[in-house]
């Protein structure tokens, strides 16, 4: 069945995925990220009263890494 979001094709395998199966992934996934053994790339982090540039820096810029808004 198309996703409404894309129309004509499939949604993304991830979105088909069981809340069982993406609860089993994050259980796997979180204790790595405690330990340190795996840690999350990091691009720019932005106040939240820079929110609009840290959406034209994503927009404009296409950064490796995640961009964080925090407050």
Same mark, same amino acid.
């Given at each position: 069945?198309?996703?409404?979001?894309?129309?004509?094709?499939?949604?993304?395998?991830?979105?088909?995925?069981? %809340?069982?199966? +993406?609860?089993?992934?994050? =259980?796997?996934? /979180?204790?790595? &990220?405690?330990?340190?053994?795996?840690?999350?790339? *990091?691009? %720019?982090?932005? +106040?939240?009263?820079?929110? =609009?540039?840290? /959406?034209?820096? &994503?927009?404009?810029?296409?950064?490796?890494?995640? *961009?964080?808004v925090a407050d």
């Amino acid at each position: 069945m198309p996703s409404p979001s894309w129309p004509g094709r499939r949604a993304p395998e991830w979105r088909a995925q069981s %809340r069982a199966v +993406k609860a089993a992934a994050w =259980a796997a996934i /979180l204790p790595l &990220l405690a330990s340190g053994a795996v840690k999350p790339i *990091v691009e %720019r982090t932005y +106040k939240l009263e820079e929110s =609009a540039e840290a /959406l034209r820096h &994503l927009i404009e810029d296409r950064p490796f890494g995640r *961009v964080v808004v925090a407050d």
